[in-house]
T-cell receptor, first 112, second 115 residues
Framework: GESVGLHLPTLSVQEGDNSIINCAYS??????FIWYKQESGKGPQFIIDIRSNMDKRQGQRVTVLLNKTVKHLSLQIAATQPGDSAVYFCAENSNYGQNFVFGPGTRLSVLP | EAGVTQSPTHLIKTRGQQATLRCSPISGHTSVYWYQQALGLGLQFLLW???????NRGNFPPRFSGRQFPNYSSELNVNALELEDSALYLC??????????????FGPGTRLLVL
């Protein structure tokens, strides 16, 4: 499997500001994407998903944008709160029911 | 609705031993997935079970194996443990609706430490 370095990219934002976390995916055939949030010592938690027939999807305080042309996915978090501090993973899937491929993750740190 | 559950939460073994990890999916979910998350690394796909059968496995040696029971719960076995097997092992479950991909929901994980 793929391996990534020990140092996660980190995004630091002020409490109340908007956060944008980016993800470049690798497979142009991927057609289903999920963002997960993982807090320390816990399993990944589903945040929001998007299928390739859409380019934007909104949830509660979160928005996912998909740009298939450049194979880019982003997660926008509005009015970032301390509880949003976690590692965020994007995951892509291109085959029926098979494994998702996870990105390396981005650590979001919310400053008071 | 109860989420995915895993047991034990922590497991300490020594090199050469065997480890057994357990997972109960969300009620109504028939697919179970296992992932390894080593410290500082991303999630690596291990195994996928659906309706009692292994559907796919990741790039891991055969000493990583498992099974799915008639109630859809699953077991991951790791034989001949090596130090580098120390990791958080995550189980996820999803519904199976044929060709339509379904969201995977994760359990809290089992942290395995091999000494």
């Amino acid at each position: 499997g793929e391996s990534v370095g020990l140092h996660l990219p980190t995004l630091s934002v002020q409490e109340g500001d908007n956060s944008i976390i980016n993800c470049a995916y690798s497979n142009s055939a991927s057609d289903y994407f999920i963002w997960y949030k993982q807090e320390s010592g816990k399993g990944p938690q589903f945040i929001i998903d998007i299928r390739s027939n859409m380019d934007k999807r909104q949830g509660q305080r979160v928005t996912v944008l998909l740009n298939k042309t450049v194979k880019h996915l982003s997660l926008q978090i509005a009015a970032t709160q301390p509880g949003d501090s976690a590692v965020y993973f994007c995951a892509e899937n291109s085959n029926y029911g098979q494994n998702f491929v996870f990105g390396p993750g981005t650590r979001l740190s919310v400053l008071p | 609705e109860a989420g995915v559950t895993q047991s034990p939460t922590h497991l300490i073994k020594t090199r050469g031993q065997q480890a057994t990890l357990r997972c109960s999916p969300i009620s109504g979910h028939t697919s179970v997935y296992w992932y390894q998350q080593a410290l500082g690394l991303g999630l690596q796909f291990l195994l996928w079970y659906d309706e009692g059968e292994e559907r796919n496995r990741g790039n891991f040696p055969p000493r990583f194996s498992g099974r799915q029971f008639p109630n859809y719960s699953s077991e991951l076995n790791v034989n001949a443990l090596e130090l580098e097997d120390s990791a958080l092992y995550l189980c996820a479950s999803s519904k199976n609706r044929g060709l339509w991909k379904e969201t995977q929901y994760f359990g809290p994980g089992t942290r395995l430490l091999v000494l």
